[in-house]
C-alpha cells in the first residue's frame, strides 16, 4: 500500500506542460506562426497522437518538447524542468520519420551508439542493447548492416536505439510515414505491445487518422496557418486493442470526430 | 579492330570477359601508339633530312639553310621516303618514338642498371643513372610530403566546421596560396630552406605538402559537413559534446571524400616534389628530366617522365586499394 500511495502523486504529475506556447519564425517573407497559444497537459504513461495537415506545427511542437527548437513564448516543461534541462538529464528518446542509421555501424552498433555518448559500462550497454533489440525482435539482425535490412526493419532498429537508454518519454515524429500500409499495420501493433509492456509516456505525430486512432490514449488535433490545437479527443478504446478493433463503431466513432476535427481546421481558412 | 574485337569475343571461355574489359584499353593504347608514330616523322623530319642529305640523297625543299625557314610538314610532305626512314632511329630525336623511350627505360631500369657495366649486380648500388634510384628518391619526398599535407589539410578542415573565425579566414588564404604558380615559388622555397642550412628532402616535401593539402581541405570540409540536420538533431538529443559528435558521426561520414581527395592530392604531391627537384641538381626524377634536357637527351627526359607517370599511377593506385578496404571494414554496401 505504502508501494501506492508513493506512486500515486508521481502518476497525477503532468510529464509534459505547456502553457500557451507560442512559436514565431521570423522569415524574409514576415513572421511565421509555427505554434499559437498551444494549451496540453500529458501525464505520465499516456500515448498522445498530434495529427493535421503539414504545417500544423505538430512536429514543431514535438521539437520544442525536444528542446530542439526554442518557443517564443509561453511555458512549456517536460518532467517538472525547461526542455533543455530535460534533453541534458536525457529524459527523451526521439525517433524521426528517417530510421538515420549509420550506415557504417552495425544494428547493435547504432543501437549502442547513444550508450556509448553517455558513457555506460561496456557489459551493461551490451546486455541493454541485447534486450532492446528482443524487445523490437530483432535479436537475430544484430549483427547485420542496416542496408541489409527492410525498412520497416531499420525503423524498429531506430525504436530500440531511442529505447537503449530508459528514457521514461518517446517522441515520435511520423516513424512510420515512409512504410507501406502493411508494414505499418505490424509495427503498430508492435509499437502498442511495447508501449503495454514498458509504460513510456509516447507523443506520437502522423498524418494518418486509423494510426492516431488506433494508437492513443489521447488525440490531439491540430490545423495550420497559425499552428494550433483545434480539438483533443480522449479514446474510449479498451488498452487491449487487436488489429480488428478498427472496424468497432468505437474506433469510427472517434475516426470520424478526428475527421470533423481535421475540416473544421481547415474551414477556419 | 572490329574484326579483331569479334575474333577475340567469339570463344565462350573464362578469359573472354578479362580480355573485353582489356580491349576498349588497349585500342586507345594502340591508337595513342599510330599518333606518336605519324607525329614523329614531321617532328624529326630536319635532322632526318639534314642526314640524308649527307648520306648523298637528292633532297626537296631547297638547301639546308632554305630549309630551316619551311614548316617540318611541307619538308616531310616533299621528301616521304628519306623523312619517314630516319624518323625513328635519330639518337637525339626531337620526338622520341616509343620504342626508343621502352628500350631507355628498360635499359635505365633493369638492363644496364641491373646487369650491365654500372649495374646493381656488378657495382652493388645503383648508379645515378638508374631510373629506379631517382624514383626512389622522388617516392620519399613525395610521400612525406603528402603526409604533411593530408594531416595538415584534415586538421585545417576540423578547424574550418568547428569554428566561425577559421570558417571566415583559412578559406580564402588556402585558395590564394593555390593561386602563386609553384614553379616561382619552388625555387625560394628551396633557396630560402637551403640558406639556413635544410637541404635535400625537406624543401621538396614543403612543396609537396604545399600541393597536396589544398585539395585535402576542400574535400574535408565538405566531408564533415555531410552529415544532415537530423542526423545532427539526434546526437543533440543525446546531449552529445561536440567531440563526440565529431569523431562518431563527421569523421566516418567524411570517409568517401577523405580518399577522393587523397587521390587528387598524392598526384599533387608528386608533381610538387618534380617541381622542387629541378633547381637542385641532387637526385631525383625532376632533376633527371631537366639534365636530359640540358643534354639534349630527349629520350632520358620520356623515360624519366614515364616513370613519373608510373609513380603517379603507383600511387593512386595504393590509395583505391586502402579505400576498399577501409570501406569493406566499415561495411559499406558491396
Redesign the interface.
Known sequence: MADHAARMPRAAAPVIAAEGLDLVYRTADGPVHALRDVTLTVNRGEFVSFIGPSGCGKTTFLRCV?A?ETPTGGRLSVNGMSPDEA??A?A???V?Q?A?L?????IEGNVR??L???GYPRAEARERVARVLDLVELGGFARK?P?QLSGGMQQRASIARALA?DADILLMDEPFGALDEIVRDRLNEELLRLWDRTGKTTLFVTHSIPEAVYLSTRIVVMSPRPGRITDVIESPLPRERPLEIRESPDFLAVAHRVREGLRAGHGDL | MAALAEAAAAPPRAGAGRLRAVLPVLSVVLALMAVWYLAAIPMNAREALTAAERAGAEIRGGSAAERAGRSALVLAALNPGPAVAGAWTQERPRLPAPHQVLAEFWASTVGEEVWGRRGLVQSGSFSNRSLIYHAGITLGATLGGFLIGSALGVLLAAGIVHNRAMDLSVMPWAIVSQTIPIVALAPMIVVVMNSVGVGGFWPKAVISAYLSFFPVVVGMVKGFRTPDR??L????????TRA?VFW??RV?SS?PYLFASLKIAVAAALVGTIVGELPVQRGGLGARMLAGSYYGQTVQIWAALLMAALLAALLVWAIGALERRVLRA????P
Open positions: 525536444a530542439l534533453r541534458r536525457r527523451y528518446g526521439y524521426f528517417a538515420g549509420y550506415p557504417w555501424r552495425t551508439l547513444p556509448e555518448i553517455m548492416y542496408w537508454f | 537530423e542526423g538533431d539526434l546526437m543533440r538529443t543525446w546531449n552529445a563526440q562518431r558521426l566516418p570517409v566499415m561495411g559499406t554496401r
